[in-house]
């Protein structure tokens, strides 16, 4: 049982204070190499237990009646014992609450017969969790029980002493926070039955004010111990990163002083789901719970009250913290997260440079062939005409479509479907294709879940490409990325030779220093840390982007001045040296990710590059486009205070800066599906310069007969379908171009006229009399060659677009790439970006290309990126349709 006296917390019978992991978030769980790397990690970092709570495996919530096979057993029983011989408290967790009947006599006896056999296993610790179910009593145990706390209560008493009062165990409450308590957490009647019923040996699990706490303080503390008759066990999600499928967290443990710990009776992070993440958040845990051991309760920050040193540095340094707790945090020199941070890094770099091959079914035999265009992810749906091919003949009409265009409606609730139920202690058969994977279904509901596109919901390339297939420049041997966040990957049985490569990389990782050459420095982690700081707070390098991407936008001014003034304006050279220290940062981010690709860790890679990936992805195209809106204050302030909970700025710094684009609403264009494999040709986004129009050329001959090769259809006139289909562009409207660039050059375009009209007006006085001059007009026959029917369009007359198009899509473009020069799936997306960036800044609502009708394969390709038919069949002119986008 638990005592206290007037200098802080007795603990008689009981563990020492608890320090470790909860493995405890939603998606897949971590494989046993994993886990026994972690009880490693914990013993070096001096944290003592585990908690074996995935919630996705199906035998410790979905099902958790079923027992454990032989095979099953087998492993967990490896796991029990390979977590004793790294001093590790191996907590066995169960989370019956999704359909438990507590007045059903077979339902406690399958409970207890479960936890006997975990019990078999050496397992001498052990949890009930309750959280994230229905608070409601079925009928037949409304008649058991007065209340939903008495019934849980009366189950664990009872599991409790049948496990003959184990050294440990923990009770994780359905109201588990303060935002959950009703109506608060002192008058809470469910909180009080908890802290009144449930036996004094028995741990309680509190997250804090919120799921996910900014801040743990000593009144809030104080105030769910006074409630629950003793300290609480703190099941902290300040990593956790299972609510967003955009965010990962890799900075310190931060903002809990050490001044806590005499008010609790220990701290179990739950953090990212991608294991390899998360060595910041145990190291500098570990830290934290060793910086004050033989702390006792003080008064400095009880019922908000300070000691008269501490109201004196308060008085000094009142505009430099926001509130007491941080005085009284930052002031607190055992513990200090920046320090804790560099100190951690050391030991980072070692892993970052130990050889660490992923699970086989992280590897492909070969990355897919031609260029797929990702699905969004599920959780930001956009239109249905976003993502499906629109047939010329299907045409909506054009006040719908025009009116159902728009963002998607904000989430209500986080209560996220859940995943495919699967076992984390038994092998799966390694699938020979990436689709074979499983997705998440959807039904049911669990806090703090997402909703991942599967790998099977990523467009096939026969489907959603027009181009060849890749038959050349594409590496082979490329490791498939696979969402740490999808449940469809089962953990995997070790073979004598899985374990003797795990030995061996574990000798690698924790033994004597690689002899390799590093590839990540100090420096290099430090940025990447900072690129993915924490929930409440961006790290330098995220600050950097976005408040300067903030000043160019609202100092872009200066340019426009410089362009009418032949002399350089103090200002205008300003910006342009702080746009280059702009454009140098970006290459620097670009740069982490090469670096983490050619890492020996492998491992490591295929947990992070996806959020790498999508971030560098954008930082392209605000590089590419300097063109913002502003950053507002008022949203900074509440994204860090911590008064809402982290998912309500859902996105981190890539929604910061998607925010700052003009385009910000087209969520198609930037929550996008990571490829299933690692990219490894890097690509740059830029605008348009006017040497790069012979590669434009030869990129629109290379994909001039519907999305294929024209070079044989048009050998004697090369440049005939970049005069005709790209040359009014460069020539009447070059401002509005953007390229796609790669070590070998220009490998795509997107090319536009801000007034699609005017730009008609100019190509009928200047551009067409150039052509004409340029190829005379064929001889009338009965047929032409392909070449002549073009050379005829030029000599003929152009009926004009109907106004209705002009008037709900004034802006034109054409964009085309090179497949076998692309590996990454997501440049057409971002592409498109960049050029419908630059055309909202200059006022334009909707933008439409045109195609001809035969072209199937670029209609398809322009619908999966958000186009639509605007002409009806009637109204087609010359064999053309008109496909258009709202922007």
């Given at each position: 049982?638990?005592?206290?006296?007037?200098?802080?917390?007795?603990?008689?019978?009981?563990?020492?204070?608890?320090?470790?992991?909860?493995?405890?978030?939603?998606?897949?769980?971590?494989?046993?190499?994993?886990?026994k790397?972690?009880?490693?990690?914990m013993?070096?970092?001096?944290?003592?237990?585990?908690?074996?709570?995935p919630?996705?495996?199906?035998?410790?919530?979905?099902?958790?009646?079923?027992?454990?096979?032989?095979?099953?057993?087998?492993?967990?029983?490896?796991?029990?014992?390979?977590?004793?011989?790294?001093?590790?408290?191996?907590?066995?967790?169960i989370?019956?609450?999704l359909?438990?009947?507590f007045?059903?006599v077979?339902?406690?006896?399958?409970?207890?017969?479960k936890?006997?056999?975990?019990?078999?296993?050496?397992?001498e610790?052990?949890?009930?969790?309750?959280?994230d179910i229905?608070?409601?009593?079925?009928?037949?145990?409304?008649?058991?029980?007065?209340?939903?706390?008495?019934?849980?209560?009366?189950?664990?008493?009872?599991?409790y002493?049948?496990?003959?009062?184990?050294k440990?165990?923990?009770?994780?409450?359905?109201?588990?926070?303060?935002?959950?308590?009703?109506p608060?957490?002192?008058?809470?009647e469910?909180l009080?039955?908890?802290?009144?019923?449930?036996?004094?040996?028995?741990?309680?699990?509190?997250?804090?004010?919120?799921v996910?706490?900014?801040?743990?303080?000593?009144?809030?503390?104080?105030?769910?111990?006074?409630?629950?008759k003793?300290?609480?066990?703190?099941?902290?999600?300040?990593?956790?990163?299972?609510?967003?499928p955009?965010?990962?967290f890799?900075?310190?443990?931060?903002g809990?002083?050490?001044e806590?710990i005499?008010y609790?009776?220990?701290?179990?992070?739950?953090?990212?789901?991608?294991?390899?993440?998360?060595?910041?958040?145990?190291?500098?845990?570990?830290?934290?719970?060793?910086?004050?051991?033989?702390?006792?309760?003080?008064?400095?920050?009880?019922?908000?009250?300070?000691?008269?040193?501490?109201?004196?540095?308060?008085?000094?340094?009142?505009?430099?913290?926001?509130?007491?707790?941080?005085?009284?945090?930052?002031?607190?020199?055992?513990?200090q997260?920046?320090?804790?941070?560099?100190?951690a890094?050391?030991?980072?770099?070692?892993?970052?440079?130990?050889?660490?091959?992923?699970?086989?079914?992280?590897?492909?035999?070969s990355?897919?062939?031609?260029?797929?265009?990702?699905?969004?992810?599920?959780?930001?749906?956009?239109?249905?005409?976003?993502?499906?091919?629109s047939?010329?003949?299907?045409i909506?009409?054009?006040?719908?479509?025009?009116?159902?265009?728009?963002?998607?409606?904000?989430?209500?609730?986080?209560?996220?479907?859940?995943?495919?139920?699967?076992?984390?202690?038994?092998?799966i058969?390694?699938?020979?294709?990436?689709?074979?994977?499983?997705?998440?279904?959807?039904?049911?509901?669990?806090?703090?879940?997402i909703?991942?596109?599967?790998?099977?919901?990523?467009?096939?390339?026969?489907?959603?490409s027009p181009?060849?297939s890749?038959?050349?420049?594409?590496p082979?041997?490329v490791p498939?990325?696979?969402?740490?966040?999808?449940?469809?990957?089962?953990?995997q049985?070790?073979?004598?030779?899985?374990?003797?490569?795990?030995?061996?990389?574990?000798?690698?990782?924790?033994?004597?220093?690689?002899?390799?050459?590093?590839?990540?420095?100090e420096?290099?982690a430090?940025?990447?840390?900072?690129?993915?700081?924490?929930?409440?707070?961006?790290?330098?390098?995220?600050?950097?982007?976005l408040?300067?991407l903030?000043?160019?936008?609202n100092?872009?001014?200066?340019?426009?001045?410089?362009?009418?003034?032949?002399?350089?304006?103090?200002?205008?050279?300003?910006?342009?040296?702080?746009s280059?220290?702009?454009?140098?940062?970006?290459?620097?981010?670009?740069?982490?990710?090469v670096?983490?690709?050619?890492?020996p860790?492998k491992?490591?890679?295929?947990?992070?590059?996806?959020?790498?990936?999508?971030?560098?992805?954008?930082?392209?195209?605000?590089?590419?486009?300097?063109?913002?809106?502003?950053?507002?204050?008022?949203?900074?302030?509440?994204?860090?205070?911590?008064?809402?909970?982290?998912?309500?700025?859902?996105?981190?710094?890539?929604?910061?800066?998607?925010?700052?684009?003009?385009?910000?609403?087209a969520?198609?264009?930037?929550?996008?599906?990571?490829?299933?494999?690692?990219?490894?040709?890097?690509?740059?986004?830029?605008?348009?310069?006017?040497?790069?129009?012979d590669?434009?050329?030869?990129?629109?001959?290379?994909?001039?007969?519907?999305?294929?090769?024209?070079?044989?259809?048009?050998?004697?006139?090369?440049?005939?379908?970049?005069?005709?289909?790209?040359g009014?562009?460069?020539?009447?409207?070059?401002?509005?171009?953007?390229?796609?660039?790669?070590?070998?050059?220009?490998?795509?375009?997107?090319?536009?006229?801000?007034?699609?009209?005017e730009?008609?007006?100019k190509?009928?006085?200047a551009?067409?009399?150039?052509?004409?001059?340029k190829?005379q007009a064929?001889?009338?026959?009965?047929?032409?060659?392909?070449?002549?029917?073009?050379?005829?369009?030029?000599?003929?007359?152009?009926?004009?677009?109907?106004?209705d198009v002009?008037?709900?899509?004034?802006?034109?473009l054409?964009?085309?790439?090179?497949?076998?020069?692309?590996?990454?799936?997501?440049?057409?997306?971002r592409?498109?970006?960049c050029?419908?960036?630059?055309?909202k800044c200059?006022g334009?609502?909707?933008?439409?290309?045109?195609?001809?009708?035969?072209d199937?394969?670029?209609?398809?390709?322009y619908?999966?990126?958000?186009?639509?038919?605007?002409?009806?069949?009637d109204?087609?002119?010359?064999?053309?349709?008109?496909?258009?986008?709202?922007?």
């Amino acid at each position: 049982m638990t005592l206290e006296n007037g200098h802080g917390v007795l603990k008689a019978d009981k563990m020492k204070f608890i320090s470790g992991v909860v493995e405890g978030f939603y998606g897949r769980p971590w494989s046993a190499d994993q886990r026994k790397l972690l009880f490693t990690w914990m013993q070096k970092c001096g944290l003592n237990t585990y908690m074996y709570a995935p919630k996705d495996d199906y035998k410790h919530r979905a099902y958790w009646r079923e027992l454990y096979s032989v095979e099953e057993a087998e492993n967990l029983s490896h796991l029990i014992t390979a977590a004793k011989e790294k001093e590790v408290t191996f907590v066995y967790a169960i989370s019956p609450g999704l359909d438990i009947s507590f007045s059903n006599v077979k339902d406690i006896q399958a409970l207890k017969r479960k936890l006997e056999q975990v019990s078999t296993f050496g397992c001498e610790a052990f949890a009930l969790l309750f959280d994230d179910i229905d608070p409601e009593l079925s009928e037949a145990d409304r008649s058991a029980f007065q209340s939903f706390g008495l019934a849980q209560v009366s189950v664990s008493n009872e599991i409790y002493e049948h496990l003959h009062e184990p050294k440990l165990f923990l009770f994780c409450p359905t109201e588990y926070c303060a935002s959950r308590a009703v109506p608060t957490v002192s008058s809470s009647e469910y909180l009080n039955t908890i802290g009144s019923k449930l036996l004094p040996g028995i741990d309680v699990m509190w997250t804090g004010p919120h799921v996910v706490s900014k801040k743990l303080s000593i009144p809030s503390l104080e105030e769910i111990s006074s409630v629950l008759k003793r300290p609480s066990v703190i099941w902290d999600n300040i990593h956790a990163n299972d609510y967003d499928p955009r965010r990962v967290f890799l900075g310190p443990y931060d903002g809990r002083s050490p001044e806590i710990i005499p008010y609790i009776n220990g701290v179990m992070t739950n953090p990212n789901t991608e294991f390899e993440a998360n060595f910041m958040a145990i190291h500098t845990l570990g830290q934290w719970c060793q910086s004050n051991p033989d702390g006792v309760k003080k008064d400095i920050m009880k019922d908000e009250r300070m000691s008269p040193i501490a109201a004196d540095i308060k008085l000094e340094t009142e505009n430099d913290f926001a509130t007491g707790d941080d005085i009284t945090f930052r002031m607190d020199m055992r513990y200090q997260p920046k320090m804790a941070l560099k100190a951690a890094i050391k030991d980072w770099l070692v892993e970052l440079h130990s050889p660490s091959t992923p699970p086989e079914n992280y590897l492909p035999p070969s990355p897919p062939a031609g260029l797929p265009l990702p699905d969004v992810i599920k959780t930001c749906l956009t239109p249905a005409f976003t993502t499906q091919t629109s047939s010329v003949s299907s045409i909506p009409a054009m006040t719908l479509i025009c009116s159902s265009v728009r963002a998607p409606e904000p989430i209500a609730t986080f209560l996220q479907p859940t995943s495919l139920p699967v076992s984390s202690l038994i092998e799966i058969p390694q699938s020979d294709s990436i689709s074979d994977t499983g997705s998440a279904t959807e039904s049911g509901a669990e806090p703090m879940d997402i909703a991942i596109t599967s790998t099977s919901d990523c467009l096939d390339s026969s489907q959603s490409s027009p181009m060849p297939s890749v038959t050349d420049g594409a590496p082979q041997d490329v490791p498939l990325f696979e969402k740490q966040n999808s449940s469809d990957s089962l953990m995997q049985v070790e073979s004598d030779t899985a374990t003797e490569k795990k030995d061996d990389c574990e000798n690698n990782r924790l033994g004597d220093p690689v002899k390799s050459e590093p590839v990540f420095s100090e420096e290099d982690a430090l940025a990447l840390i900072d690129l993915f700081y924490m929930p409440f707070e961006h790290g330098s390098n995220s600050l950097f982007f976005l408040q300067r991407l903030y000043w160019l936008r609202n100092n872009a001014l200066a340019i426009s001045k410089k362009k009418e003034h032949t002399e350089n304006t103090f200002e205008a050279t300003e910006w342009h040296h702080l746009s280059e220290e702009f454009i140098a940062k970006v290459e620097q981010a670009s740069d982490l990710l090469v670096k983490l690709v050619n890492g020996p860790n492998k491992s490591f890679m295929c947990d992070l590059y996806s959020y790498l990936w999508d971030l560098i992805s954008l930082l392209k195209i605000c590089r590419a486009h300097v063109q913002w809106l502003g950053f507002s204050k008022g949203y900074k302030e509440a994204f860090m205070s911590g008064d809402q909970e982290p998912w309500v700025f859902r996105g981190g710094l890539q929604a910061e800066l998607q925010r700052l684009l003009p385009i910000d609403s087209a969520h198609d264009l930037f929550y996008i599906k990571p490829p299933d494999y690692i990219v490894t040709r890097p690509c740059n986004l830029r605008p348009y310069r006017s040497e790069d129009e012979d590669a434009l050329y030869q990129i629109c001959l290379k994909t001039c007969d519907d999305g294929m090769d024209g070079t044989d259809v048009f050998p004697d006139s090369p440049l005939l379908m970049g005069d005709k289909l790209l040359g009014k562009f460069l020539t009447l409207s070059p401002e509005y171009g953007f390229v796609i660039e790669d070590d070998m050059g220009v490998c795509g375009y997107a090319v536009a006229a801000l007034d699609a009209r005017e730009l008609a007006k100019k190509v009928e006085v200047a551009w067409l009399p150039a052509m004409r001059e340029k190829y005379q007009a064929p001889d009338k026959k009965d047929s032409y060659s392909p070449a002549e029917e073009v050379i005829q369009s030029f000599h003929c007359e152009r009926k004009t677009i109907s106004d209705d198009v002009y008037l709900q899509f004034p802006s034109v473009l054409r964009l085309d790439v090179l497949p076998s020069r692309i590996e990454d799936p997501a440049l057409p997306r971002r592409l498109l970006a960049c050029v419908l960036s630059s055309l909202k800044c200059n006022g334009s609502k909707g933008v439409h290309c045109e195609l001809s009708v035969g072209d199937k394969f670029l209609i398809d390709f322009y619908s999966k990126l958000g186009f639509f038919p605007v002409t009806s069949m009637d109204e087609i002119v010359e064999d053309t349709v008109n496909l258009g986008r709202p922007i």
